[in-house]
């Protein structure tokens, strides 16, 4: 069980990969995952977004760093 996500998002295209997480396919957008994002901030040249599963309205945000 996943309740946050932090996710580092380069600018770049690569292509064909890897999927990002293995979840069980929705039938449609209203069965897909929900997640808020909390926040996104550059990090360096790179994008960092701080995601929260809409399930876990009770997580509480740790402190942030100061990151470049």
């Not at 926040?39 to 009770?58: H, Q, T, V």
């Amino acid at each position: 069980l996943v309740d946050a996500c932090l996710l580092y998002q380069a600018p770049r295209f690569l292509g064909r990969g890897r999927p990002l997480a293995e979840l069980p396919a929705a039938s449609s957008l209203d069965d897909a995952e929900r997640w808020q994002v909390l926040g996104a901030d550059r990090f360096g040249a790179d994008l960092r977004i701080r995601l929260l599963a809409e399930a876990s309205r009770n997580f509480t945000e740790p402190p942030r760093a100061n990151v470049g």
